[in-house]
């Protein structure tokens, strides 16, 4: 049922591994997701109940990540 199907997203950033990325957006943004790739990626699940301010919030988070 497509209706019923998620999206998964695998992001990495250049200046810093995915076990930091996974950290800070759990502890600054209280997103739940979790390290992948032995460290290297954040994976992230595209749940049927998740609003596009919540994809906004995630964008807005990494652009900030990405800087520091």
Request: glycine share 4%; net charge negative.
């Amino acid at each position: 049922d497509l209706q019923a199907a998620t999206g998964i997203a695998t992001i990495s950033l250049d200046n810093m591994d995915g076990v930091t990325v996974s950290a800070a957006l759990r502890e600054r943004w209280n997103m739940i997701q979790r390290a992948a790739l032995w460290g290297t990626s954040v994976r992230i699940s595209l749940a049927a109940f998740v609003e596009e301010s919540d994809v906004d919030l995630l964008i807005d988070s990494l652009a900030i990540l990405a800087t520091e």
